[in-house]
Nanobody, 124 residues
């Protein structure tokens, strides 16, 4: 069992940077691929990024590629999402998730555990 708690959301100005964290409980954090998803108001949840258990591979959605960095610290059971040059369309509830699977990691159904989400609002 893995419990995930996100933090770092809030109100940010367009063009600024955003930093989110997700702390996991459980001794097997390092064996999971970790992902970030987001759900904009009135829209479906969408993939943002994932990072493999070892941190040696990352993957980003086109909407955030070049503006976003996902990283993890397995010693701290924490995964991070940093986003620069934020836009109003980045407004969403951001969720971190953990997956024990090796494929399909852009899809929410492949993730076993989810956090409660943290709200991010980007003002123009």
């Amino acid at each position: 069992q893995v419990q995930l708690v996100e933090s770092g959301g809030g109100l940010v100005q367009a063009g600024s940077s955003l930093s989110l964290s997700c702390i996991a409980s459980g001794r097997t954090f390092s064996s999971y691929t970790m992902g970030w998803f987001r759900q904009p108001p009135g829209k479906e949840r969408e993939f943002v990024a994932f990072i493999r258990w070892s941190g040696d591979r990352t993957y980003y959605a086109d909407a955030v590629k070049g503006r976003c960095t996902i990283s993890r610290d397995n010693d701290k059971n924490t995964v991070y999402l940093q986003m620069s040059s934020v836009k109003p369309e980045d407004t969403a509830v951001y969720y971190c998730a953990a997956s024990s699977r090796g494929i399909g990691l852009r899809y929410s159904y492949t993730y076993d555990y989810w956090g409660q989400g943290t709200h991010v609002t980007v003002s123009s």
